[in-house]
């Protein structure tokens, strides 16, 4: 499947963004699980949001909580990140991946997901 990230940018703190990822996946993305990954600089990368197929329930990391919002368009195949006040520490590559498959380990251990895209770039300043 191919997905192709969009939306980043360079905002100062408390600023808000809103990542798009668009997938290929026509009639099959109703069943994919969908995430976004980030990847500060340096660092390795964590899983932040994550929402299911179906059921459509959500799941944050502690550390984007209350500030960010995962949601999905099925009918355009697209996977949104509403990022609200924005802090320095939010400064990363963000990805969306999917995955068929969900366990325990899927959110936020970060397993089972098999494609990803190529990455946007979120740059937030003090």
């Known amino acids: 499947a191919q997905l192709e990230e969009s939306g980043g940018g360079s905002v100062p703190a408390g600023a808000s963004l809103r990542l798009s990822c668009v997938t290929g996946?026509?009639?099959?993305?109703?069943?994919?699980?969908m995430a976004w990954f980030r990847q500060p600089p340096g660092q390795e990368r964590e899983a932040i949001a994550a929402?299911?197929?179906?059921?459509?329930?959500?799941y944050y990391s502690d550390s984007v909580k209350g500030r960010f919002t995962i949601s999905r368009d099925n009918a355009k195949s697209t996977v949104y990140l509403e990022m609200n006040s924005l802090k320095p520490e939010d400064t990363a590559k963000y990805f969306c991946?999917?995955?068929?498959?969900?366990?325990?380990?899927?959110?936020?251990?970060?397993?089972?997901?098999?494609?990803w895209g190529q990455g946007t770039q979120v740059s937030v300043s003090s």
């Open positions: 991946a999917k995955s068929a498959v969900w366990g325990t380990a899927s959110f936020p251990e970060g397993r089972f997901w098999d494609s």
């Open positions: 996946g026509g009639n099959l993305f109703t069943t994919w699980n």
């Open positions: 929402i299911t197929w179906g059921d459509e329930k959500t």
